[in-house]
């Protein structure tokens, strides 16, 4: 069977995923759990890059190397990258409780926007360690992180402004001169659901980073580091040079 490459953003109501196979688009899907989105593609050979954190820390002050990368490099738009939850507050369904977790071991706040997506981070962390094959399919991306590759510079506007979507769409079609029609063919298979324009863009653009082209993927960190069960710290994005020295 032929590869799928996959970019998947979570959103109001699930978790969206625009697939590619290796002609072009191929098709959008919502799933209400991670679970069902790796039973539809776990049979097609596929690289899917989702914006969640993957690998999390157990315990300690220091975070992520690839988050503090990821800052870094995007400049004005830093602000798309959340610290996650260590491992064990995703695991909490109340703010308070995840707070007191997170404070007592890390030393740091855990903010209310990392743990709205707490549920998320723990279901794929889930999947991840409990599926072995899954592993080598998921890897965690950022749609910012991979829009400043495309662009070669950061990018001036937000995402959730109409400047900001007129600037990725202008450096999604200088990637692929079909990419308007491709925006406007997931944003359609999204009828009826709540779905932001910018939950399309980001997984549009993940999908594109996904398959392959002439510039090769690369992480941040370029040798990724990894939790306390394997599963690797990083950021995944294309281009042809490492956004980093």
Not at 45 to 51: A, E, K, T, V
Not at 73 to 96: M, N
Request: aromatic share 6%; with cysteine.
């Amino acid at each position: 069977m032929a590869a799928t490459f996959v970019g998947v953003d979570y959103s109001s109501d699930g978790w969206l995923a625009v697939a590619f196979d290796e002609s072009g688009y191929d098709r959008t899907e919502l799933f209400g759990e991670v679970g069902e989105l790796w039973q539809r593609y776990e049979e097609q050979d596929p690289r899917i890059l989702i914006n969640i954190p993957i690998g999390l820390v157990a315990s300690g002050r220091e975070e992520r190397p690839c988050d503090d990368l990821a800052r870094s490099v995007l400049g004005p738009r830093s602000g798309a990258v959340l610290t996650p939850p260590v491992r064990e507050a995703t695991r909490k369904r109340r703010y308070p409780a995840a707070k007191r977790v997170n404070e007592r071991k890390s030393g740091t706040e855990l903010s209310k926007r990392a743990f709205a997506i707490s549920d998320e981070i723990a279901a794929v962390d889930d999947l991840l360690r409990n599926v072995p094959e899954a592993r080598t399919a998921f890897r965690e991306s950022n749609p910012e992180v991979c829009f400043r590759a495309l662009a070669g510079e950061p990018l001036a506007h937000s995402k959730r402004r109409a400047g900001g979507y007129a600037e990725r769409m202008r450096v999604l079609a200088s990637h692929d001169p079909d990419a308007a029609p491709v925006v406007q063919a997931v944003a359609e298979s999204t009828d009826g659901a709540d779905v932001a324009v910018n939950d399309v863009i980001d997984a549009v653009v993940l999908a594109y980073t996904a398959r392959p082209a002439n510039a090769p993927l690369r992480t941040l960190p370029a040798d990724p580091p990894t939790d306390e069960h394997g599963l690797p710290m990083e950021i995944v994005y294309r281009s042809p040079e490492p956004l980093l020295d």
